[in-house]
């Protein structure tokens, strides 16, 4: 087995979350950069580490492979610039909403983007 200094990236540099599955009656644990990875646990922290242990097997199986790798998201820059297409209805409205709030369209979208679902139906 490869040590952690002869990988590209580390398991822990990736993005787990881990969640409970009714179905299965066990704990799931998924990294986002690899989507058709989980793994089980009877709990949270099992399920983490068996899907810690996956990434790991699979990272050296892409390296004995000469096989690209996933970028861990902790390692990917970000400009903070993002360009949306929407409807014209809807940049109208949003400019409106923003001009009745007193704020940029700008500051009104990443107000409306850090609100909860629910609260954002109630700022419509």
Not at 87 to 113: C, D, F
Request: with cysteine; aromatic share 8%.
């Amino acid at each position: 087995m490869r040590s952690n200094q002869e990988l590209h990236y580390r398991p822990e540099d990736y993005q787990y979350s881990v969640g409970w599955s009714e179905e299965d009656q066990a704990y799931i644990g998924r990294v986002a950069e690899f989507p058709s990875l989980a793994a089980h646990g009877d709990s949270q922290a099992q399920a983490l580490e068996e899907i810690n242990e996956v990434v790991r097997a699979v990272l050296e199986d892409l390296i004995e492979e000469g096989e690209a790798i996933p970028e861990p998201f902790s390692k990917r820059s970000y400009s903070g610039k993002l360009n949306v297409r929407m409807p014209e209805a809807m940049h109208r409205r949003l400019a409106i909403e923003a001009a009745e709030q007193h704020v940029s369209l700008n500051q009104w979208i990443n107000t409306k983007l850090a609100l909860p679902a629910s609260l954002a139906e109630v700022c419509k």
